[in-house]
């Protein structure tokens, strides 16, 4: 039953994710991008991992998405322009794009599976996947130091692109 659970939630986010960038419309592809996180969400529950599962949803469906909603209606997207459609190059190069990433992907994971670097069944026993938030804390303050560090600077400067971008000048 579990597992029959977690595909389903697991097709959700996929479908969900698919129809986020698929939406011409801002709103409803940030609407579909809600579906997405609740889906993951659930994948979490079924991992035992509740405290990601619930920060998943107060963080990223609620907080983020708010925010999303707000630059949204605050950059007051209108429809395209008849003739600004995108064309068949742009079509074709989306495509190429999208076929060349799931190779390489493919290719690398190949690779990894021959060079034996994902774990087996015994090495995996060791493995403790605790979903609590105090090792979710220990885990990102001792050995994920640097990369949490790094991801708050790529947010900072993500959050003054935004600032720059709505920026109206005063006259």
Not at 119 to 132: F, K, Q, V
Request: proline share 2%.
């Amino acid at each position: 039953m579990t597992q029959v659970l977690f595909l389903t939630f697991g097709a959700l986010a996929l479908a969900a994710a698919a129809l986020c960038v698929t939406r011409r419309n801002a709103v409803a592809s940030a609407l579909w991008l809600v579906v997405m996180f609740f889906g993951l969400a659930g994948c979490y529950v079924l991992l035992e991992a509740y405290f990601v599962a619930a920060v998943q949803v107060l963080v990223y469906a609620g907080a983020i998405m708010v925010l999303f909603l707000f630059v949204i209606m605050l950059l007051d997207l209108r429809k395209e322009a008849p003739g600004t459609a995108p064309g068949v190059p742009l079509r074709f190069g989306a495509v190429a794009a999208a076929t060349l990433f799931l190779v390489v992907a493919g290719l690398c994971l190949v690779d990894a599976d021959a060079r034996g670097l994902f774990p087996d069944a015994a090495a995996r026993e060791g493995l403790t996947l605790d979903g609590g938030a105090y090792a979710i804390g220990e885990a990102l303050f001792t050995r994920w130091v640097l990369a949490f560090e790094v991801t708050s600077i790529l947010l900072l400067g993500a959050i003054l692109g935004a600032v720059i971008l709505t920026k109206r000048r005063l006259t």
